[in-house]
């Protein structure tokens, strides 16, 4: 047992001595600096914000609680929507049906657009798309200075990894692993969140083509464990399958002692922007090349969960 | 049941109608063009390879085997040691140690570095790092012309997704879902082979640190879905929480008739460009913003198994 907590030092990989300098710089050795890690524990309790409980939906899962904070920044309507869909019970008791790997895991109504399909009870079944929207509606983002092949410029806003077109004045959220959204048909307007999914794997290609709308805070790892679907694009090819949501809730409709505690760094803080360039530059002793780049879904955002 | 059947159709999303033309343009309804599935259906035989069995591993995993393709123009030495390792029987018996979301799955002897950790026979415990090679040894090298942070030119060499710096004069597979790399501790040299990788989520910036030394052909999906594990780095915390590995063989030494017969795409072939094409800029009618941009890491390498 005891060799075997060993194991992490011994096979170190993807390890914790970072930070800035020596950009792109091939060096034997590199300095020690500050890892992501140093600098999140040397953080200030003002370079952290909680969660808004009136934004944030509880996923009752068979393993706990997948938490999701909603954007309402950039997608107004369908967080409505969504938040109305929840408050009316339509989740309880529909399901994950499908993971696609290194793609996505998608949950809604297994039955959606048959003759037993859940009622849509005081929401809208499908709304408007809201892929971009105006850059002047978006008052929190602040610029990562890394090239992006997918978006003119890429940022984050308020805790959200975000890319923008200065051209056409539109931004959007990106699709990186964990951002929550909108599963939709073939039309634009086909879609209103009855049916959501998480990003597993690249898929920067989406943006721009679905609403998204807000990041999984807590769950990513059980969500992305979940068995792989047999079926085209990874849908389960059997109802026993499908992972059961128990029921999904708005956090303000929890009694406060049931809350999740969880805070997630303010990205418009010199603190983000030194954990950003500690992953975009890292120090010895692992790190024998500092990559002087990192693209906006590899810059962590942390989130931490109150005591 | 029919029902349920209906769903991929219903909830269409990474739908498949895809190719060039308006880079970049956003579009009500972008014309439809061929999808990467398209082209692959129309390939022709001589757009594919089928894997070399002497530079091929099968690990038998409880579920299943695991396809390996090593790349030994890349990590010549390495390569060479690790079908040493695994001609002497290194691996059988070990396990999956560590699973950390988003970013690798890891394989070796739990017991290592500790007195009973598995003697190594007949190959070495350490080799010198293979982190690039010299871009002359790499005569097979098709540029992918989007732009990437990580390094100045980016493309494929046979099968294997490629950054390169004619400043430098070097060459190196890149850190994309799926490439097996070598554990290391924090010294350069102190990998071997015989703690390996494979690549869960963005680790770009790993590149040129660790030398990676192949791709996994056939059970991604498997190993991606295996359980997190609880302890920092993702290290499984019970030696009952390790995923054995019954053995692992170098394809050449199975009979012939118990070989799995996998092809890989020529990324040489005009075929192969155009499957890049296509991922780059879909077409409708899912899609309404082609994204004229492919990373590296999402342009798909194909891989079929013959019947």
């Given at each position: 047992m005891k060799a075997y907590r060993t194991l992490p030092h011994a096979l170190l990989l993807g390890a914790c001595a970072l930070l800035a300098n020596g950009a792109g710089a091939a060096s034997k050795e590199l300095p020690p600096k500050a890892s992501v890690a140093d600098i999140v524990k040397a953080?200030?309790?003002?370079d952290w914000r909680p969660l808004d409980p009136d934004n944030t939906l509880y996923m009752a899962m068979p393993w706990g609680r997948v938490v999701i904070e909603l954007a309402p920044v950039f997608a107004p309507n369908h967080v409505k929507n969504i938040k109305a869909l929840v408050r009316n019970g339509y989740?309880?008791?529909?399901?994950?049906?499908r993971v696609q790997d290194n793609w996505v895991v998608q949950w809604g109504d297994?039955?959606?657009?048959?003759?037993?399909a859940r009622p849509i009870k005081g929401?809208?079944?499908?709304?408007?798309?809201?892929f971009t929207i105006p850059m002047?509606?978006?008052?929190h983002f602040v610029r990562q200075r890394d090239v992006d092949g997918y978006a003119p410029q890429v940022g984050h806003s308020d805790g959200f990894p975000v890319g923008r077109d200065p051209k056409t004045g539109e931004t959007w959220l990106t699709h990186c692993y964990g951002m929550v959204a909108v599963a939709r048909n073939n039309?634009?307007?086909?879609?209103?969140?009855t049916g959501l999914y998480a990003v597993l794997?690249?898929?920067?290609?989406l943006d721009r083509n679905l609403t998204v709308v807000g990041r999984?805070?807590?769950?990513m790892p059980e969500l992305a464990a979940l068995p792989r679907g047999?079926?085209?694009?990874?849908?389960?090819?059997?109802?026993?399958?499908n992972v059961p949501i128990a029921t999904v809730k708005?956090?303000?409709?929890?009694p406060e002692a049931e809350r999740s505690k969880f805070e997630v760094m303010r990205t418009e803080t010199a603190t983000y922007q030194a954990v950003v360039e500690a992953q975009r530059n890292r120090g010895g002793p692992f790190t024998?090349?500092?990559?002087g780049h990192i693209d906006v879904c590899a810059a962590p955002i942390p989130t931490r969960e109150q005591p």
């Open positions: 953080s200030k309790p003002s989740f309880d008791g529909l399901a994950i049906v297994p039955k959606d657009e048959t003759p037993d929401a809208q079944a499908t709304l408007k798309a809201e002047a509606n978006d008052k039309e634009a307007d086909s879609g209103g969140g794997g690249p898929a920067r290609h999984v805070i807590s769950g047999p079926m085209p694009m990874g849908f389960y090819d059997k109802p026993g399958m708005v956090a303000a409709d929890v024998k090349y500092s990559s």
